[in-house]
């Protein structure tokens, strides 16, 4: 393919799992060609926020997923959706006849299925990129015409039948790892004490109920141990929660600053999806709640892959309320474990995972690296 400009077609939304993976690849192709990028999503989903606020065109189709629940509304959505689909394939089939793109990466999410079969058909090469344990039903039933498969956990290959499955890990964003900030940096931000253990509780990048009704349950008892927290809520959540705001409970709806975070906080509270790949960078030890609501329940293989490597403790929502807080207070006191599992965590990271991606993707392409 020579040294020619790359047109990219890229799709991955929904949540943050999906849409940062896919920014961190383009990144990682923009350092190793000359590309041009569009990406496709869905319409009201995030990645329609967080992909044009990185400087990214995106298109918004009309796609949504399958409902669960037998409500009414659920019931009529379903119905609607076959709809939906073929409205998504064809305005797909507008896009690529338009932008006549090179490739198609997909990271999963609802508006990845359309963009990629219709690629497929049309006989563009595509690479899919899969983030959990467990591969999500988008991303299974692409991989059959896929050119490669990207999957973050070993785990994972299971579950393809594709010849070509390379283990690269999860693809952060290189500038992650770049300016580190200082812990003494990192407190004076958030106004905490650099004396005091810190915890970072978050449900993710939409929060979580659970999470959040255990920690306000009990959060006297953190508070009691000389605790110090940073609570991301979530957007939807944060009426309901920012009273907790005090001189040791910093609460937010969103937090853009995680290398701060990082650099402050000794323990993570969160769910068990892409955020798991920041903390292997990071070393941090982990409370994990994996999510119920996600398709086929793949955050809780992903918390099984490190609870096998005693590298995070998993609690179900269930068990949250009763349990949470009091596994937050008993493993902050023991340093040791604490410094096991943050050895465990850093063996799993892959910082490089974003550009070894992009380099076989572009020798797939057969494009010259010059």
Same mark, same amino acid.
């Given at each position: 393919?020579?040294? #020619?400009?790359?047109?990219?077609?890229?799709?991955?939304?929904?949540?943050?799992?999906?849409?940062?993976?896919?920014?961190?690849?383009? &990144?990682?192709?923009?350092?190793?060609?000359?590309? !041009?990028?569009?990406?496709?999503?869905?319409?009201?989903?995030?990645?329609?926020?967080?992909?044009?606020?990185?400087?990214?065109?995106?298109? @918004?189709?009309? =796609?949504?997923?399958?409902?669960?629940?037998?409500?009414?509304?659920?019931? $009529?959505?379903?119905?609607?959706?076959?709809?939906?689909?073929?409205? +998504?394939?064809?305005?797909?089939?507008?896009?690529?006849?338009?932008?006549?793109?090179?490739?198609?990466?997909?990271? %999963?999410?609802?508006?990845?299925?359309?963009?990629?079969?219709?690629?497929?058909?049309?006989?563009?090469?595509?690479?899919?990129?899969?983030?959990?344990?467990?591969?999500?039903?988008?991303?299974?039933?692409?991989?059959?015409?896929?050119?490669?498969?990207?999957?973050?956990?070993?785990?994972?290959?299971?579950?393809?039948?594709?010849?070509? =499955?390379?283990?690269?890990?999860?693809? $952060?964003?290189?500038?992650?790892?770049?300016?580190?900030?200082?812990?003494?940096?990192?407190?004076?931000?958030?106004?905490? !004490?650099? !004396?005091?253990?810190?915890?970072?509780?978050?449900?993710?990048?939409?929060?979580?109920?659970?999470?959040?009704?255990?920690?306000?349950? #009990?959060? &006297?008892?953190?508070?009691? &141990?000389?605790?110090?927290?940073?609570?991301?809520?979530?957007?939807?959540?944060?009426?309901?929660?920012?009273?907790?705001?005090?001189?040791?409970?910093?609460?937010?709806?969103?937090?853009?600053?995680?290398?701060?975070?990082?650099?402050?906080?000794?323990?993570?509270?969160?769910?068990?999806? %892409?955020?798991?790949?920041?903390?292997?960078?990071? @070393?941090?030890?982990?409370?994990?709640?994996?999510?119920?609501?996600?398709?086929?329940?793949?955050?809780?293989? !992903?918390?099984?892959?490190?609870?096998?490597?005693?590298?995070?403790?998993?609690?179900?929502?269930?068990?949250?309320?009763?349990?949470?807080?009091?596994?937050?207070?008993?493993?902050?006191?023991?340093?040791?474990?604490?410094?096991?599992?943050?050895?465990?965590?850093?063996?799993?990271?892959?910082?490089?995972?974003?550009?070894? =991606?992009?380099?076989?993707?572009? +020798? #797939?392409?057969?494009?010259? $690296?010059?």
């Amino acid at each position: 393919m020579g040294n #020619k400009k790359l047109k990219i077609l890229v799709s991955g939304g929904g949540t943050g799992g999906h849409i940062f993976p896919a920014i961190a690849i383009v &990144e990682a192709l923009k350092k190793q060609a000359d590309i !041009n990028v569009l990406f496709v999503g869905a319409k009201g989903r995030m990645e329609m926020e967080k992909e044009p606020a990185c400087g990214y065109e995106i298109i @918004g189709l009309p =796609i949504a997923g399958f409902q669960r629940g037998f409500t009414l509304s659920n019931f $009529i959505k379903n119905i609607l959706l076959p709809l939906k689909v073929l409205r +998504s394939l064809i305005k797909v089939m507008g896009i690529i006849n338009k932008f006549k793109p090179d490739a198609a990466i997909g990271t %999963g999410g609802y508006a990845s299925a359309p963009t990629l079969k219709m690629a497929q058909w049309m006989g563009i090469p595509t690479f899919i990129q899969e983030q959990n344990a467990l591969p999500g039903k988008t991303n299974l039933f692409l991989s059959s015409a896929a050119k490669s498969i990207f999957v973050s956990y070993e785990e994972s290959k299971k579950y393809f039948t594709h010849s070509d =499955i390379i283990y690269t890990g999860n693809a $952060i964003r290189e500038s992650f790892l770049e300016n580190i900030v200082s812990r003494e940096e990192a407190f004076h931000f958030f106004k905490l !004490n650099p !004396n005091k253990k810190t915890i970072f509780i978050t449900g993710g990048s939409l929060g979580a109920k659970a999470i959040n009704e255990a920690i306000a349950d #009990k959060i &006297e008892l953190l508070l009691a &141990e000389d605790i110090q927290i940073i609570w991301h809520t979530g957007k939807t959540h944060y009426e309901n929660y920012k009273h907790y705001e005090n001189g040791r409970c910093k609460v937010h709806d969103f937090i853009y600053e995680m290398k701060m975070v990082y650099a402050v906080c000794d323990l993570v509270v969160t769910r068990a999806g %892409g955020v798991l790949f920041e903390l292997f960078m990071m @070393g941090k030890p982990a409370i994990v709640l994996p999510s119920p609501y996600v398709a086929d329940d793949h955050q809780t293989s !992903n918390a099984e892959a490190l609870v096998k490597r005693n590298a995070a403790i998993m609690l179900k929502d269930p068990e949250s309320k009763e349990k949470l807080v009091p596994s937050i207070i008993e493993l902050i006191k023991d340093e040791e474990r604490m410094k096991a599992m943050s050895r465990e965590m850093l063996i799993l990271a892959k910082p490089h995972a974003a550009s070894e =991606i992009a380099k076989e993707i572009l +020798s #797939k392409l057969e494009y010259h $690296i010059s």
